[in-house]
C-alpha cells in the first residue's frame, strides 16, 4: 500500500495534466497499474524507481505515443483526445525529449531546430532561422549552429534535442531519461539547462535516475515501483524522510545519502 499523498502547497496554479488510475499492458504484462497524480502548471515533477516501473511508459501515455487502456490522462482539463487529428495538437503543445537525440543526421544543428517551426507551424524560413539561433544560444550552442549531429557530442546532440522541442514554443516539456546515454562528463550540461528551464517556469515531467538534480529541482517527486504509485511528495519528504521502505531501499541503493 502506498503513503498517503501529502498536501501540495504553494500549488495553487490549475493542474496541466492529471493522471486518474491511469492502466496499460503489454500482452499479460501490466506496466502501468492504476496511477494517480497530478503536474501543475510551473510545476518540475520527477518521477524516479527501478528501471522498468512503469516511467517511460506513463511519459509516452501522456502525448499518447502510447494509448492506456484505462483511467483517464487529462490535458488541462480535457481527456486525451481519440482522434489522430486532435492528437496532432496536443503533441504539439507537449515537446518531448527521449533518450536518444533523434536529430536529422543531414541537417545542421540550426537546420534540426528549425525543421519543425517550419514544417508543422508554417513558419517562415527566415523567422524559424532566428528562432532557432536564439534556441541555441539559449542551450550554449550559438557556436554549433553549422555543425552537423556526427560532429557534436552527446551532451550538444542533446541540448540541440531540447532546442527543437522548444522551437514548437509548447505549453509543457516532457523528458524520458534525457542523460541516460550520455557520458558523465556531459551530463551537468543538459541538466543545467534543465534547471535553466525550471527555473523560468516551464512546466516539466521527468524521468530521471539523476537523483541529485530531483532532490535540488523538483517540485514534486513520484516513485514508482511495479507499475504503481508507492510514494509521492515534495523532495524533501521523498530523499531526507521516505514514508515507505521500499522507497528507502530504492534511494539507499543508489547510494542516495540526503
Not at 492502466?23 to 497524480?37: C, D, E, I, M, Y
Not at 496536443?90 to 531546430?113: D, I, K, W, Y
Not at 550520455?182 to 524521468?207: C, I, R, Y
Amino acid at each position: 500500500m502506498s503513503a498517503p499523498v501529502p498536501p501540495r502547497t504553494g500549488a495553487a496554479s490549475a493542474p496541466v495534466v492529471v493522471y486518474e488510475n491511469v492502466r496499460k499492458s503489454f500482452g499479460t504484462f501490466t506496466a502501468l497499474n492504476g496511477v494517480s497524480f497530478q503536474v501543475n502548471k510551473g510545476e518540475v515533477v520527477c518521477l524516479i524507481g527501478p528501471s522498468g516501473s512503469g516511467k517511460s511508459t506513463l511519459l509516452r501515455c501522456t502525448n499518447a505515443l502510447e494509448k492506456h487502456d484505462g483511467g483517464r490522462i487529462l490535458f488541462e482539463g480535457v481527456p486525451l483526445p481519440a482522434d489522430e487529428k486532435s492528437l496532432h495538437g496536443v503533441r504539439r503543445r507537449m515537446g518531448m525529449v527521449f533518450q536518444s537525440f533523434e536529430l536529422f543526421p543531414h541537417m545542421t544543428a540550426l537546420e534540426n531546430v528549425c525543421e519543425g517551426p517550419v514544417t508543422v507551424l508554417g513558419m517562415s524560413k527566415a523567422d524559424a532561422i532566428t528562432r532557432a539561433t536564439a534556441l541555441l544560444k539559449k542551450v550554449g550552442l550559438a557556436d554549433k549552429a553549422l555543425n552537423y549531429p556526427a560532429n557534436l557530442s552527446g551532451g550538444q546532440q542533446q541540448r540541440v534535442a531540447i532546442a527543437r522541442a522548444l522551437a514548437m514554443q509548447p505549453d509543457m516539456m516532457l523528458f524520458d531519461e534525457p542523460t541516460s546515454a550520455l557520458d558523465p562528463e556531459t551530463v551537468g550540461e543538459v541538466l543545467n539547462v534543465m534547471k535553466q528551464l525550471a527555473e523560468e517556469g516551464m512546466t516539466m515531467v521527468v524521468v530521471t535516475h539523476e537523483m541529485a538534480f530531483a532532490r535540488r529541482v523538483a517540485n514534486w517527486v513520484v516513485v514508482f515501483e511495479a507499475g504503481a504509485v508507492i510514494e509521492q511528495g515534495p523532495p524533501t519528504q521523498i530523499f531526507d524522510a521516505p514514508l515507505v521502505s521500499r522507497t528507502k531501499d530504492f534511494l539507499s541503493h543508489l547510494g542516495w545519502e540526503g
